[in-house]
Structure formats: C-alpha cells, structure tokens
C-alpha cells in the first residue's frame, strides 16, 4: 500500500484571504467543499506525479455552480468557486451542487508539453452512487472515480475549516510492475475489494476523524493509525518544494483571451465601458485593456486561438 498525507495552512488561508480581499467570502459550507477540493487535488497530484496541471472540478444545478482547484506539477495551487445563491449553515454537497442529481465531478490531466494535435485527458464522474442515490462525501465521489480510472481500491479520508485543508489518501499498489515491492504476479482486478491487506489498512484509516485530521501532526496521525504496520516513511514537501498558492494567471494571458473573443466583441466591450477590464477568479488580479492595448493585440496577430476543450 501507498499513502499520502497532505495538511496546507499557508496556502489555504491565502486563498480564503483573497477571496476575503474582494469583500465577497466563501460561505463555511463552501469553504469545508473548496478545501476538500483542495487537499484532494493536491494528494491526487502527489500519487501520480503527472507532469502538468491536475484540475478538479465539481459543477451541477446548486448554489455552488462551480468549484475548482488546480494543482500543478511543482505543487502550486490554486482555488476558486462561483456562488450564485444563498447557502444554508447545514449546507452538504447535494444542496450545494447537486439538487436534481445532475452533478457532475471533473478531473483533467493537462500535460505540460502537449503534442501536436494533444487534448488534456478528462474523466466525468457523476455525484451519485451505483443505485442513484446521492453521495454526501467528496471523499466517495473521488473513489469511485479512481477505482474506474486506475482499477485500484483506494479510500480518501478529507477535511477542511477556515484554517487547515487536510487528506489521507490510501491506495492499493499495482500487482504486477516495477511498483509491487511483493512480486506477486495476479491481475489487479483479482484483488479489487477483496485483497485484506488493503482492507484491514482501509479500515485503519477510516478511523480517522475530522478534527484528527485537521488538528494532528503527520506524524502523530500515522503513529495512532498504522502502529502495528511496517511504515517506510518519505521527507516531506515543505517550503518551495511543497504546496503553495500560485496564479498563472497573467497579462499575455488574458490577452490571449481577448483575442479568442474577437475584434468584434472586444471593439463592443470598449465602447460600452471605456475599457476592457478582466479580473482572476482564483487571485483577485485585475488586468485593464484600453483601446490602444486592444488594437495593440489585434495588429500583432490576425489569427484566433483555438477554444479549450477544458471544462470552465
């Protein structure tokens, strides 16, 4: 078995404390499902070490209509989620996101260098169980999708809070392959749901509470769950080299955007308000376009890049 254990404040309270900069914050019920997000991300991150951005996103029929964190290669990240209506203190995830069932859970591997022609790589999950039934836990709907995406049992324990985001994510190591330490030559789909080294060390973790979680140091946690087990413990990812917020977003950036809404449009926006003034969800920057740096972007270039295939 593999583990991974994240806990972010600095990050996460940066994130909050821009969003409270804008005078708009995130409701609690909102802020617990950002820094589920969060933690998930960046462990999802941590255990496949993809080269590139891995974005989660949640989006359905709820107050909540978008919630997003984006976790790069080096482990800096970012958050954001639009909120359109009022939330309730009690506030779970089907209230927020997921009121007719049609919520859906987004997860996409943007590599770094893409090939000529390279979409991002993007699995939809939807927030209800195998009978329909709605999935309170963020936790579930994440392992759901990686036993359909990578055939391996895994169990995600999530918790966040105004301070701390924070998860432990458990997964079952390949059978075959360089990364089986026993050698054990079976088919991974044998061992799904069945293999009791993997359940017994499942059911430790899920012994874990929330405000363990949020309160315990990594190695407090690891030494009340896994006592009798044989632990090989790896450095932690702290300072430059661990999670961090960071925004890509940027002024070329933008600019870029401007131009895939043509000439036209960007010519409408300038009269109508003088200047074209695009503000970052995730950082609260804000980037102003008057009409010399619009002709400006226009003369440089007559071609309009190609709309993403991503989810926004």
Known sequence: ??????????????????????????????????????????LMQANIKFNGALIL????????????????PDFSLRATATVIGDIEATATLSTLVNVNNEGKCAITLDPKSRLPGQQPYQGVVPLFGDQREKLEQLSEVLEHYMLQSEQLDTTLVLAANDKVAAGLLIQRLP???TGNLGGAAQRDEDQIGVNEDYKR???LAGTLKREELLTL???TILRRLFW????????????????????????????????GLGEPEAQSILAEMGEVDVGCDFCGAHYRFDAIDVAQIFRQTGEVPPASERVQ
Request: net charge negative.
């Open 217 to 219: 140091d990594a190695q």
């Open 57 to 72: 996103q949640i989006f359905g029929d709820g107050p909540v209509k978008l919630a997003v964190a984006e976790v790069q």
């Open 1 to 42: 078995m593999r583990g991974v254990l994240v806990r972010l404040t600095e990050a996460w309270a940066e994130i909050l404390q821009r969003r409270a900069d804008a005078a708009n914050s995130y409701p609690l019920p909102v802020q617990q499902l950002l820094g589920e997000m969060v933690a998930a991300a960046t």
């Open 175 to 177: 059978l075959q392959g």
């Open 201 to 203: 060390i499942a059911m």
């Open 228 to 259: 009798e087990e044989s632990l090989t413990h790896f450095e932690p990812l702290t300072g430059d080299a661990g999670p961090r917020f960071a925004c890509s977003c940027g002024r070329e950036r933008v600019g870029r955007m401007i131009l």
